[in-house]
């Protein structure tokens, strides 16, 4: 026992009852769970295995229409959270479809999105008075307040992988939101006009710097898939990730948006990693290949179009198959820096 303690010590219970009455507790009881000396988090690890899921998005296709619905998702819940909207502690994903011939609404919100195309060719996303069409590979944001509205004029039905700040916005209370005036948004500038003018290694020669996202709003495959087929070849590996770039804001050099960071990898065939733990819970689609991610010592195998969690500061290695394999992953790591949170350890 601790000498210090007077002898006259209050009935706890009683303390405790008394305290509750006026809306208070005692620090001690929780402190240790507030700041723990290492990440715990009810995030588990996870993996949606494309072939298994596909069909149930199919099946929303016939549930209701991207119109009704104002955008028709199949949430992919954490299993650690059910019902509770989010991939990882801070986002949220899920699976949108878009059949041939629909519209998805015009609207805005304050919450940053961004899409990985998953499957299909050709349907559109517009982000303020601009569309993109969208293949498998592409990497699109809807920055925050900005207006969006999606559409299919193809043939095919399109998938797409949403990735959402929600969790980190409803933390601040700070979610606003407005249907636009019409479905689909009046454009004001022809399709690559801003890859042509801020993705090209060029800017206009005025541009003002900063935005705190990038004015690059499609990120395409074909673009992407090259950088890192010529940078394979150069390139020394690096020993937990492979080949992995970072999607950034050309202005500013910074990551594309400003609380979620996305990457895409390549591990070469046969590439064995080495250990790694990031505080940024992290989400992978894979987009070629095949290989798998032992989290926490569980073994998980993927394959094209799989997606699984790599959690909070849980211990993850990567290992490829017998053919290169590309992984797009984001994260909250650009929040995490901005506020100084953000950590990593490698095992050498
Ligand atoms: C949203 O605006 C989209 O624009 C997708 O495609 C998913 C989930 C919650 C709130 C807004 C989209 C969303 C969303």
């Not at 303390?15 to 988090?41: C, K």
């Not at 959402?164 to 700070?174: C, E, N, Q, R």
């Not at 801003?194 to 673009?223: H, I, K, M, T």
Request: glycine share 8%; hydrophobic share 40%.
């Amino acid at each position: 026992m601790n000498e210090a303690i007077p002898a006259t010590r209050v009935d706890d219970d009683e303390f405790r009852t008394r305290l509750r009455s006026l809306d208070m507790a005692p620090l001690w009881d929780v402190m240790a769970t507030l700041v723990s000396r290492e990440p715990r988090t009810p995030c588990v690890p996870a993996l949606w295995r494309y072939d298994a899921v596909r069909p149930l998005v199919m099946e929303a296709g016939e549930v209701i229409t991207a119109k009704e619905a104002e955008r028709r998702v199949l949430v992919l819940e954490n299993p650690g959270m059910p019902g509770m909207s989010r991939i990882t502690r801070s986002l949220y994903a899920g699976l949108q479809l878009i059949l041939p011939g629909e519209v998805a609404p015009s609207h805005r919100h304050s919450q940053t999105a961004l899409r990985f195309v998953i499957e299909g060719n050709g349907a559109y996303t517009a982000v303020d008075g601009e569309r993109t069409m969208m293949q498998p590979g592409d990497f699109v944001t809807t920055p925050h307040w900005t207006w969006h509205d999606h559409g299919n004029e193809s043939s095919e039905p399109m998938i797409w992988l949403d990735g959402l700040d929600i969790p980190i916005v409803s933390l601040f209370d700070a979610s606003f939101a407005e249907p636009g005036e019409r479905e689909e948004q009046q454009l004001s500038r022809p399709i690559g006009d801003a890859l042509a003018r801020y993705g090209s290694g060029l800017l206009p020669v005025d541009q003002e710097p900063g935005a705190l996202s990038s004015p690059v709003f499609n990120y395409p495959y074909l673009r992407t898939r090259e950088a890192l087929d010529a940078l394979c070849r150069a390139s020394e590996w690096d020993p937990c990730h492979g080949l992995r770039m970072k999607y950034v804001n050309p202005l500013t050099g910074d990551h594309a948006l400003p609380t979620m960071a996305t990457f895409m990898q390549l591990l070469p065939a046969g590439f064995s990693g080495t250990g790694y733990r990031s505080s940024d819970a992290t989400v992978y689609a894979c987009v070629e290949g095949t290989g798998e991610t032992e989290i926490d010592g569980q073994r998980f195998r993927w394959g094209p179009r799989d997606i699984f969690i790599v959690p909070s500061w849980m211990r993850s290695v990567h290992r490829a198959g017998g053919e290169d394999a590309v992984l797009f992953s984001f994260s909250d790591r650009a929040a995490q820096e901005r506020l100084g949170l953000w950590r990593e350890a490698r095992e050498s």
